[in-house]
């Protein structure tokens, strides 16, 4: 693994260790990059994705795109796992499991070296993207569905 590369991770172990700042019905998971991830994603109303993404601006910035702006824009935002979201995505779609909204909340990395460890520039971005996964599945904490949200 290569150090910003793994902010999704990161940021998901935080959530599940904060679960009560998303309400009722919002499962997070470490979905990485399993070609099983579409077994864990049925009938789930949106998927906030989490990712390292390379787009051109400073390092630790934060985009909010979707993965029809991916083809669409001929990935001038290109994440780290760029085809391994599209592919999982496109064989969702195929068996059916594929979320009704899906959203990538990607980052611009400091370091892509080989480590564990988030640079400390991304450390210190990490509140700030909690803050932008929770405003994403804000409306989902009002809703108290039985229906799942998966970040």
């Known amino acids: 693994m290569y150090k910003d590369e793994g902010i999704g991770v990161h940021v998901a172990r935080i959530l599940q260790t904060q679960q009560s700042l998303l309400g009722v019905g919002i499962e997070v998971i470490d979905g990485g990059t399993s070609p099983d991830i579409c077994y864990l994603l049925d009938d789930v ?3 906030v994705i989490i990712d390292a993404v390379k787009g051109g601006c ?6 909010r795109f979707t993965p029809e702006q991916i083809v669409a ?3 001038v935002v290109t994440s780290v796992h760029q085809m391994g979201i599209l592919e999982n995505l496109n064989m969702m779609e195929l068996t059916g499991c594929k979320p ?10 400091f370091d892509l070296g080989p480590g564990l460890e988030l640079s ?3 450390k210190n971005q990490v509140p700030k993207i909690i803050e932008t996964v929770i ?4 409306p989902f904490n009002i ?3 039985l229906n799942e949200t998966r970040v």
């Open 100 to 109: 009704r909204e899906t959203v990538i909340v990607g980052v611009e990395p």
């Open 58 to 63: 400073e390092p630790g910035a934060i985009y």
């Open 143 to 145: 809703n108290e569905s």
């Open 45 to 47: 109303d949106k998927l």
């Open 120 to 122: 400390q520039g991304l």
């Open 73 to 75: 824009e001929k990935a």
């Open 135 to 138: 405003r994403e599945i804000g």
